[in-house]
């Protein structure tokens, strides 16, 4: 079965740039898209189509999809956007999520 | 508006069922594709079962085949996870999740979530 794998957790400081990888075999011939959660509430898409951006999410969020890595790019990040975020793939079959990176802001 | 409303979870033993529901509203409910998708306790996002717009395609994750029905009555905008043989390990948040223009599997909408809590 498709897997994909993310790295649990990510430290930046406020106003740096995070970057959350999440890998996957031969993952750029597919769709990458990202979702982040905060405690308590439902997901939120972030990124779909590896790099586009839904209506209402700033900016500063971006993402890329080639080989076998996706990676979702925060650029001045802030406070709010510590979170878990989850990248997710359609393998043809199923849909498959990556195990989820902890986005600490410090 | 878009909402996305499940019910029916609880707690049951192991080897019983539950059927989740999700009632929708505000968007043309048989025109999209639907998930279920699930959340452990303290744990990721895993995929359950999916089922396209006019109810005739399903599909599932291997952990749930064969155990796990999904379906949707498309008069009453309404998705349904049919769950048996439970185990403990399928104790988890169950969200309903609606794509968006982006891809069947591209979800842009979630529901709040139902509680399943498999445990004697």
């Known amino acids: 079965s498709y897997e994909l794998t993310q790295s649990p957790s990510v430290s930046v400081s406020p106003g740096q740039t995070a970057s959350i990888t999440c890998s996957g075999d031969?993952?750029?011939?597919?769709?990458a898209c990202w979702y982040q959660q905060k405690p308590g509430q439902s997901p939120v898409l972030v990124i779909y189509?590896?790099?586009k951006r839904p209506s209402g999410i700033p900016e500063r969020f971006s993402g890329s999809n080639s080989g076998n890595t996706a990676t979702l790019t925060i650029s001045g990040t802030q406070a709010m956007d510590e979170a878990d975020y989850y990248c997710?793939?359609?393998?043809?079959?199923?849909?498959?999520f990556g195990g989820g990176t902890k986005l600490t802001v410090l | 508006e878009v909402q996305l409303l499940e019910s029916g979870g609880g707690l049951v033993q192991p080897g019983g069922s539950l059927r989740l529901s999700c009632a929708a509203s505000?968007?043309?409910?048989?025109?999209?594709?639907m998930s279920w998708v699930r959340q452990a306790p303290g744990k990721g996002l895993e995929w359950v079962s999916a089922?396209?717009?006019?109810?005739?395609?399903?599909f599932y994750a291997a952990s749930v085949k064969g155990r796990f029905t999904i379906s949707r009555d498309n008069s009453k905008n309404t998705l349904y996870l049919q769950m048996n043989r439970l185990r403990a390990e399928d104790t988890a948040l169950y969200y309903c999740?609606?794509?968006?223009?982006?891809?069947?599997?591209?979800?842009?909408?979630w529901g709040q979530g139902t509680l399943v809590t498999v445990s004697s």
């Open positions: 031969k993952l750029g011939d597919k769709y």
């Open positions: 189509q590896d790099n």
């Open positions: 997710q793939a359609w393998d043809g079959s199923t849909v498959v």
């Open positions: 089922i396209s717009g006019s109810g005739g395609g399903t």
């Open positions: 505000g968007f043309t409910f048989s025109s999209y594709a």
């Open positions: 999740a609606k794509p968006g223009d982006y891809g069947d599997y591209v979800y842009d909408y």
